[in-house]
């Protein structure tokens, strides 16, 4: 069955980027969507965006300026990157199956100064 | 962006019960509908998807419908392990989002 497991530093810098790596492991990514989403208590669930394993991307609006989701040419990983971070960024990550799931356990990143 | 708008924010209720958990979307979302049970400390594990269809291996007591644009989630039996938070999520239409959730307690 697949899993999928986040990875990348728990500590970012105000200003810097964050980048969290997403491992798929049990299934190939082709043929489907792969999601990053992020949760606070303040703001709940928010979809960062998703990339196709083509490499297809497609982002929130809200974030689209500052993400970059990518494919590695091995398809066994895909990754985010958010620059520019501040406080308001630090959540729990979450790298996601589209539609059928399943999703990682969850990465908590946190920014700081 | 679509809305989803779950309701209730908050539910209690007791082993055995029958509970019922609603999302209305903001305009269509065909069945584009997911149902999320997520514990504390643990990432959401999905229910069901396309709106009513079980994922493999999550007990029958939980079942989803579609009626328009209003999904329901239910749960027949409380059993003590499906005391947690549920979310809808809609996947028609990026970005996607998530009801606010509904927090089922004891």
């Known amino acids: 069955q697949v899993q999928l497991q986040e990875s990348g530093p728990g500590l970012v810098k105000t200003s810097e980027t964050l980048s969290l790596s997403c491992t798929v492991s049990?299934?190939?990514?082709?043929?489907?969507?792969w999601s990053w989403i992020r949760q606070t208590p303040g703001r709940g669930l928010e979809w960062i965006g998703h990339?196709?394993?083509?490499?297809?991307?497609d982002y929130n609006p809200s974030l689209k300026s500052r993400v970059t989701i990518s494919i590695d040419t091995s398809k066994t990983h895909f990754s985010l990157k958010l620059n520019s971070v501040t406080a308001a960024d630090t959540a729990i990550y979450y790298c996601?199956?589209?539609?059928?799931?399943?999703w990682g356990q969850g990465a908590l990143v946190t920014v700081s100064s | 962006d679509i809305q989803m708008t779950q309701s209730p924010s908050s539910l209690s209720a007791s082993v055995g019960d029958r509970v019922t958990i609603t999302c209305r979307a903001s305009?269509?979302?065909?069945?584009?509908l997911c149902w999320y049970q997520q514990k504390i400390g643990k990432a959401p594990k999905l229910l069901i998807y396309?709106?009513?269809s079980l994922q493999s291996g999550v007990p029958s007591r939980f079942s989803g419908s579609a009626s328009g644009t209003d999904f329901t989630l239910t749960i027949n039996g409380l059993q003590p392990e499906d005391f947690a938070t549920y979310f809808c999520?809609?996947?028609?239409?990026?970005?996607?989002?998530f009801g606010q959730g509904t927090k089922l307690e004891i």
């Open positions: 049990g299934d190939t990514i082709n043929n489907f969507y």
């Open positions: 996601a199956r589209d539609h059928v799931g399943p």
């Open positions: 990339i196709y394993y083509t490499g297809s991307t």
């Open positions: 396309a709106a009513s």
């Open positions: 999520q809609q996947s028609y239409r990026t970005p996607y989002t």
């Open positions: 305009q269509t979302i065909n069945t584009y």
